[in-house]
């Protein structure tokens, strides 16, 4: 065997690691944290969009041009915003079965 295959076969080993629950303390916690955020972040993204939509509206009846685009690029960027946040965990899932079939 040359010295080449040999490094391919070690490249290629499976070291047969895969994503399991309850294999350290605290998970609970860590993903109540994570859902807290995820929650605040979606209260702001509330926010952001009352106060965007308050801007455009603004703008508009008083022919601020500037000011009523950037009212919808605020509207915009809440409502991605808004999309990431609650597709967050489908997002990961989807990335995450995807790359389980890589092999």
């Given at each position: 065997m040359?010295?080449?295959?040999?490094?391919?076969?070690?490249?290629a080993y499976d070291p047969g690691i895969t994503p399991q629950g309850g294999g350290l303390p605290g998970l609970?916690?860590?993903?109540?944290?994570?859902?807290?955020?995820?929650?605040?972040?979606i209260?702001?993204?509330?926010?952001?969009?009352?106060v965007s939509l308050a801007?455009?509206?603004w703008?508009?009846?008083?022919?601020?041009?500037q000011a009523e685009a950037n009212g919808k690029k605020?509207?915009?960027v809440a409502a991605g915003a808004a999309l990431g946040l609650g597709a967050a965990?489908?997002?990961?899932?989807?990335?995450?079965?995807?790359?389980?079939?890589v092999h």
């Open positions: 040359s010295p080449l295959a040999g490094h391919l076969i070690h490249l609970a916690v860590l993903k109540n944290v994570v859902n807290s955020i995820n929650l605040f972040g209260i702001a993204v509330v926010g952001a969009l009352a801007v455009w509206a703008g508009h009846h008083t022919g601020g041009h605020g509207a915009t965990n489908g997002i990961v899932a989807f990335f995450s079965a995807l790359g389980s079939q």
